[in-house]
């Protein structure tokens, strides 16, 4: 059952890291761009593979990684609107 769990995380996650990176690309952007975008992803698969074991210690580590990943999701949106934000009042 582990395996069949893992196998679909990891076709989400080469699903999800695929439509990002050609979404940037459609639109002529840089890939460098694109990794702040899949990294969380990545962290977040690996974490809730972690979670799916049985052994304690790697499963606390995979709340670990899932909650970091949403943490740096939540800084980097919010980095992101106050950058905006500074950008477009010095364009005025």
């Known amino acids: ?3 069949i769990q893992f196998l679909i995380i990891i076709f989400l996650l080469l699903l999800f890291s695929s439509l990002v990176v050609f979404l940037f690309k459609k639109f002529d952007r840089d890939l460098k761009i ?3 975008f899949i990294v969380p992803l990545v962290v977040f698969s690996l ?5 799916l074991t049985a052994e ?16 740096f ?6 980095s992101c609107l106050i950058l905006g934000q500074i950008k477009y009042w010095k364009v005025k």
């Open 47 to 51: 974490g809730f593979v972690f979670r």
């Open 73 to 78: 999701v939540s800084v980097l949106f919010a």
């Open 34 to 36: 694109a990794s702040f």
């Open 56 to 71: 304690t210690s790697m499963v606390d580590l995979g709340f670990f990684f899932t909650d970091f990943s949403e943490l």
């Open 1 to 3: 059952m582990f395996m």
